[in-house]
């Protein structure tokens, strides 16, 4: 059952990556979530190079990981993704949900970037 899950997620990605495209001056923001973590990249397909990176890994929100769970980390790292991106002087974006469906965790990373101050 697995292996099924990762090829429809591998395929939803396919499918949605054709149309979802990031330039220099629009980056695409794309969105990893595992069962302990989620990772926000900002992505120049023009370039292929990772502009900002932003999980809960990071140091910025290392202290934060014990406190929070689920949705409410989602936010923050999506809050933290929106302020990393203000410093590198990018406002609007392509959002990427990487073949995950858009709700729980990956909503909660667009709404915090929302709310950070970027525009999809």
Same mark, same amino acid.
């Given at each position: 059952?697995?292996?099924?899950?990762?090829?429809?997620?591998?395929?939803?990605?396919?499918?949605?990556?054709?149309?979802?495209?990031?330039?220099?001056?629009?980056?695409?923001?794309?969105?990893?979530?595992?069962?302990?973590?989620?990772?926000?990249?900002?992505?120049?397909?023009?370039?292929? %190079?990772? /502009? &900002?990176?932003?999980?809960? #890994?990071?140091?910025?929100?290392?202290? $934060?990981? *014990?406190?929070?769970?689920? %949705?409410? /980390? &989602?936010?923050?790292?999506? #809050?933290?993704?929106?302020?990393?991106? $203000?410093? *590198?002087?990018?406002?609007? %974006?392509?959002?990427?949900?990487?073949?995950? #469906?858009?709700?729980?965790?990956?909503?909660?990373?667009?709404?915090?970037?929302?709310?950070?101050?970027?525009?999809?």
């Amino acid at each position: 059952m697995t292996n099924q899950r990762i090829i429809g997620r591998i395929s939803r990605q396919q499918r949605v990556r054709k149309k979802v495209r990031g330039t220099d001056t629009r980056p695409r923001v794309c969105v990893f979530r595992s069962n302990k973590h989620i990772y926000a990249q900002v992505i120049s397909d023009d370039r292929n %190079v990772t /502009l &900002a990176t932003v999980s809960t #890994l990071s140091e910025q929100l290392a202290d $934060k990981v *014990k406190t929070g769970k689920g %949705v409410e /980390l &989602a936010k923050r790292v999506g #809050l933290a993704l929106a302020k990393v991106c $203000k410093d *590198k002087n990018i406002n609007r %974006v392509v959002f990427d949900r990487n073949g995950f #469906l858009f709700h729980g965790r990956v909503k909660a990373v667009a709404d915090g970037a929302r709310e950070g101050g970027l525009e999809f």
